[in-house]
């Protein structure tokens, strides 16, 4: 190419700059994450659109600001600790509470790097991500967690179908929506529960084979449906008077869809994905508790069905949790703090989970009287005794007093199951005592019986649920909390023994257990 050609396709270096700087420019300035640039003083002397649209003011607001001025008072301190990194050369990434000119908190993680020129630190540069959406949807995660931990120890299907619908309404903000359950027999959607639609008939009944009905396909696909305009889609058949939007997904079992949840809205798109996701969530909880609830009223009505179902929890369910106790743990060497209180939730959970299988193999084995263990010389002094080390930690964590007063070794024929009774009975007590309370256990002589007491100071068993309590899997009405097993467990065990158990109430409040057991002869 010529010289003068050369010469015209050249720039000069401050051409270069120019260009370079405008293209920097506006890659800053089209990201979504906010860059506040500060100097050595800490004051802005940079800000991009995004990390002034974040705090509520313009760029041009923002220059001159200094970083105390946008950090939320509770969080002044840290922060300062963190600036103070940056003149040593550290760079670090943490979250943080700023404040927006309307005075609104506004979560972030900043993640900041220090400037220097010549070996001299002449500020930062920061990187900010607005985590409010992220907090929120936390926060609703954590509420769908709680529900579904009241809904796993429901064993009642109308009570569950209101649970359900209360969490949808209050963590979701949905204010129509209903509960549709699959009638196989029939091959129907039978309405259960519903909130907020025009009073409805509680007979209602969608054939799932009809070519009308949004919740019919739903239920006939098993895949959710977002619809931002009922008006164009030619399935939709009835439900809130002036209905825009709905938003159905499947309750299902694996491949099996058992119901669907059906909201809808006055509202044009009113449902987004964040919302479909959450609700599938919400429903996928509400299935396993329906499903556990249909199973035990069918394990009420059938010894052998009974057994299968302890043989599902004792070997399907109990290999699953033995892998996901050694995953949580390898993930906690490696996790940070917040993760790790996160995953010692979940191992209280598995170790909860693995009890309660333990306890239903056992209760199926008393009650089939299958238990084929040797009765021999035993003492109630070293049953108790042993029992209280395997339960101290547990009291340790509610700082509760376990206090033994008896001084005799209490003689007494019996198996291997008489411990369970005392665990099982002593672990009730801790379980309904508050916080910095204390169990009193005792043992009296009743000529040819040893009467054991527990006595606790919790909130106590209502008169009409003084003989129910231990039979908790022969009265599914009855409104207790827990899965009920442990004193049901302690009734089979008792009559194992031939002898009683039976509580009373505490004269200073709460509940004393009594069990009588025939001396060694």
Not at 193 to 217: N, V, W, Y
Not at 457 to 468: C, F, I, M, S, T
């Amino acid at each position: 190419m010529p010289e003068n050609k050369l010469k015209e396709h050249a720039e000069n270096p401050e051409e270069r700059t120019k260009k370079l700087k405008e293209f920097n420019e506006t890659i800053i300035n089209s990201l979504n994450e906010g860059i506040w640039v500060e100097d050595e003083k800490g004051f802005c002397t940079y800000a991009n659109p995004k990390e002034a649209e974040m705090l509520g003011y313009t760029q041009e607001e923002l220059i001159g600001k200094h970083w105390s001025e946008v950090v939320y008072p509770s969080e002044y301190e840290h922060m300062k600790r963190e600036s103070e990194k940056r003149s040593r050369g550290i760079a670090s990434s943490y979250e943080t509470l700023l404040i927006t000119r309307n005075k609104e908190k506004v979560p972030v993680i900043i993640s900041a790097t220090p400037l220097f020129k010549e070996g001299k630190y002449i500020g930062l540069i920061g990187v900010t991500i607005d985590i409010r959406k992220q907090k929120e949807l936390e926060k609703k995660l954590s509420a769908i967690y709680n529900l579904s931990k009241e809904m796993a120890l429901s064993l009642n299907i109308d009570q569950i179908s209101k649970i359900v619908l209360n969490a949808a309404e209050k963590v979701l903000n949905f204010s129509n929506i209903d509960l549709f359950l699959v009638n196989e027999e029939k091959n129907e959607l039978h309405l259960k529960e519903c909130r907020g639609l025009k009073e409805p008939e509680m007979d209602t009944i969608i054939p799932i084979s009809g070519k009308k009905g949004i919740t019919a396909h739903v239920a006939r696909t098993g895949k959710s449906l977002n619809i931002s305009d009922v008006r164009k889609d030619e399935r939709y058949l009835f439900g809130l008077e002036g209905s825009r939007s709905e938003l159905c997904v499947p309750i299902k079992i694996k491949d099996k869809v058992i119901g669907v949840l059906d909201a809808e809205s006055k509202e044009l798109n009113a449902f987004s994905e964040e919302d479909q996701r959450l609700l599938e969530i919400l429903a996928s909880q509400a299935a396993i508790a329906i499903e556990n609830a249909r199973l035990l009223e069918t394990i009420k009505r059938s010894s052998e069905l009974q057994k299968l179902f302890v043989s599902i929890l004792s070997h399907d369910l109990k290999n699953p949790l033995t892998v996901i106790k050694g995953y949580t743990y390898l993930i906690k060497r490696h996790a940070d703090e917040k993760v790790q209180i996160y995953i010692r939730e979940m191992q209280k959970s598995i170790e909860k989970m693995n009890i309660l299988i333990a306890n239903a193999k056992l209760y199926s084995q008393l009650k089939e009287k299958v238990y084929k263990k040797e009765f021999e010389k035993r003492y109630l002094e070293d049953i108790i005794k042993e029992t209280l080390k395997d339960l101290e930690k547990k009291a340790k964590e509610k700082s509760i007093d376990i206090i033994y007063k008896a001084e005799g070794t209490y003689p007494v024929n019996a198996n291997p199951t008489l411990e369970d009774l005392f665990l099982n009975l002593i672990d009730n007590a801790i379980k309904y005592s508050p916080e910095n309370g204390k169990v009193e256990i005792d043992i009296g002589d009743r000529e040819d019986k040893w009467r054991t007491s527990v006595k606790d100071w919790g909130e106590g068993v209502a008169d009409e649920l003084k003989e129910a309590i231990f039979e908790r899997f022969e009265r599914g009405d009855v409104d207790v909390k827990g899965s009920g097993l442990g004193l049901a467990i302690v009734k089979q065990i008792v009559d194992m023994h031939e002898g009683r158990v039976w509580v009373e109430n505490n004269p200073e409040g709460g509940s004393i257990f009594f069990v009588e057991m025939p001396k060694m002869k």
